[in-house]
């Protein structure tokens, strides 16, 4: 069985982490276009990011045997200094690209260095959920890591979706709990749990989610990046649900066919 991982940024992961990823049998990814900062970003260095990440990242996965898809988003904690209707009008051409799956990471984060006021990041991802309805592309959501943050955030979220008419089937909320899991299934989309580190969230922890709500719109990333992270998280998840006793088939929807599901890939 090969492994996918919904949520890994390429750009912090080395060519030994990709090595080893591929010897412990993930095969696929789906990564996130960020550049972090402590200010806003001019909208030329979010485009060149975009370019980046289709003309390069993508190539290093491929290099050792991993299947690398692309989100192409603008990101509530890397927000563009001036320009944002520029990006939104960029973006659907990028959205029509090859190995382009999803917008995102795109949400809240009351934390944000680069603009932490909620309102604009409300107008951002507004304007994100029609360029995803006008394109019929998925969408992903990042939540804060807070519980009760958490949950206030993906109930605001639903909200939006709603009514903007987005289609619940088409949106994955990233950074799941069981703080929230609950929610996002009842609304009738995906839930994704970052298996990591500095989440406080091990393998052990996420299997036992994945047993109690066995769903096929239940699944594991590893949101590697430059916090504390596990590039090899789906993998060991996997191996915890084998140990749990999980069958067979549940480890293969969590670790791999929801993913691919969730975000189109055939």
């Given at each position: 069985?090969?492994?996918?991982?919904?949520?890994?940024?390429?750009?912090?992961?080395?060519?030994?982490?990709?090595?080893?990823?591929?010897?412990?049998?993930?095969?696929?990814?789906?990564?996130?276009?960020?550049?972090?900062?402590?200010?806003?970003?001019?909208?030329?260095?979010?485009?060149?990011?975009?370019?980046?990440?289709?003309?390069?990242?993508?190539?290093?996965?491929?290099?050792?045997?991993?299947?690398?898809?692309?989100?192409?988003?603008?990101?509530?904690?890397?927000?563009?200094?001036?320009?944002?209707?520029?990006?939104?009008?960029?973006?659907?051409?990028?959205?029509?690209?090859?190995?382009?799956?999803?917008?995102?990471?795109?949400?809240?984060?009351?934390?944000?260095?680069?603009?932490?006021?909620?309102?604009?990041?409300?107008?951002?991802?507004?304007?994100q959920?029609?360029?995803?309805?006008?394109?019929?592309?998925?969408?992903?959501?990042?939540?804060?890591?807070?519980p009760d943050?958490?949950?206030?955030?993906?109930?605001?979220?639903?909200?939006?979706?709603?009514?903007?008419?987005?289609d619940?089937?088409?949106?994955?909320?990233?950074?799941?709990?069981?703080?929230?899991?609950?929610?996002?299934?009842?609304?009738?989309?995906?839930?994704?749990?970052?298996?990591?580190?500095?989440?406080?969230?091990?393998?052990?922890?996420?299997?036992?989610?994945?047993?109690?709500?066995?769903?096929?719109?239940?699944?594991?990333?590893?949101d590697?990046?430059?916090?504390?992270?596990?590039?090899?998280?789906?993998?060991k998840?996997?191996?915890?649900?084998?140990?749990?006793?999980?069958?067979?088939?549940?480890?293969?929807?969590?670790?791999?066919?929801?993913?691919?599901?969730?975000?189109?890939?055939?």
């Amino acid at each position: 069985m090969y492994y996918f991982d919904a949520h890994l940024h390429l750009t912090d992961v080395t060519h030994e982490n990709l090595k080893e990823m591929a010897m412990c049998g993930i095969r696929g990814i789906v990564s996130p276009v960020q550049l972090a900062g402590a200010k806003a970003n001019h909208p030329e260095t979010i485009i060149d990011m975009w370019d980046f990440q289709l003309e390069k990242q993508l190539g290093r996965a491929k290099a050792f045997m991993i299947d690398a898809y692309a989100m192409i988003g603008i990101s509530m904690v890397a927000t563009p200094k001036d320009s944002l209707e520029k990006l939104i009008a960029l973006q659907p051409e990028y959205l029509a690209k090859p190995k382009v799956v999803a917008i995102g990471e795109v949400g809240f984060e009351p934390g944000s260095k680069t603009n932490n006021d909620l309102n604009y990041q409300q107008t951002l991802l507004e304007m994100q959920i029609e360029n995803a309805i006008k394109t019929n592309c998925r969408i992903d959501i990042h939540l804060p890591n807070v519980p009760d943050k958490k949950v206030q955030f993906t109930e605001k979220c639903i909200e939006l979706f709603k009514s903007h008419g987005m289609d619940m089937k088409k949106v994955i909320f990233d950074h799941c709990s069981d703080a929230n899991i609950e929610i996002v299934l009842a609304a009738g989309a995906y839930a994704a749990i970052s298996v990591q580190p500095w989440r406080k969230i091990t393998p052990e922890i996420a299997a036992g989610w994945v047993i109690k709500y066995d769903s096929d719109y239940v699944l594991v990333d590893s949101d590697s990046s430059s916090l504390p992270s596990d590039c090899l998280a789906v993998a060991k998840t996997a191996f915890a649900l084998e140990q749990a006793g999980a069958p067979k088939s549940l480890i293969e929807r969590a670790c791999s066919l929801n993913c691919r599901t969730a975000y189109g890939i055939d």
